[in-house]
């Protein structure tokens, strides 16, 4: 694991055509800060995977909005005006995939697990063109094992080895993402000593950590704020 004390260090290696897992679900445990590094850095063409994309303003929002992403694979487009936008209009290429179905896409290609049968969009356009299979006299869809170049995840804490503990809901797609890239980079609010985790509370293993960012004080927003009278 490399400690890294600048978001080019953090994003070194990532060029156009990049393929990118971001966690997060919704606006919670999304790695705010990488994102933003990447719009600065400006590469292009990027296939992202990650349960939706972000706001029109915030995460990968930010991206979208300087037409940095080429395909998304998601399973959400709504709080996204501009992805719904570039939807319709067919300025980006865009996969949806049933959340449950992403979830276990991305378990399975960190799991080294090429593909599985889901009952999940049997019947649906989804499955249009695509091998379903009958077992136990019900029809299973065909899906495919996902894995990228860079997961760029967000998690509350690291220790000198890179092992990290997320917070809470931020403990969404971030875990799995770490296990299914070939670069994983992980903007985490602070570093403790090696050994200050317990190892029953390690989250994500530091043998799928390569890289992490320190980056406190990041604004949490709330897509739609609730309150009670």
């Not at 679900?25 to 292009?44: A, W």
Request: glycine share 12%; aromatic share 6%; charged share 25%.
């Amino acid at each position: 694991m490399g400690l890294c004390d600048s978001l080019e260090k953090a994003l070194a290696g990532i060029q156009d055509g990049a393929t990118i897992m971001a966690g997060g679900f919704g606006l919670v445990g999304i790695p705010q800060r990488l994102i933003e590094g990447l719009r600065d850095k400006g590469v292009r063409n990027l296939t992202v995977i990650s349960n939706n994309c972000g706001v029109d303003d915030w995460g990968l929002g930010l991206l979208l909005r300087q037409r940095q992403i080429r395909k998304m694979v998601a399973s959400y487009v709504g709080e996204n005006k501009e992805f719904e936008r570039q939807l319709l209009s067919r300025e980006i290429e865009v996969e949806l995939v049933p959340q449950g179905t992403l979830a276990e896409r991305i378990r399975a290609g960190g799991a080294g697990i090429p593909a599985f049968y889901t009952p999940a969009g049997v019947g649906t356009p989804i499955a249009e063109g695509r091998e379903v299979r009958e077992f136990g006299g019900k029809r299973y869809l065909l899906e495919q094992g996902l894995t990228a170049d860079f997961a760029l995840v967000k998690a509350w804490r690291a220790d000198g080895l890179g092992n990290l503990v997320y917070r809470r809901t931020a403990r969404n797609f971030n875990p799995m993402m770490a296990a299914a890239a070939r670069v994983t980079v992980a903007e985490v609010e602070e570093v403790v000593e090696t050994g200050a985790i317990d190892p029953d509370q390690v989250h994500t293993p530091s043998v799928y950590v390569h890289r992490v960012l320190v980056s406190p004080g990041v604004e949490k927003r709330i897509e739609r704020r609730t309150v009670r009278n």
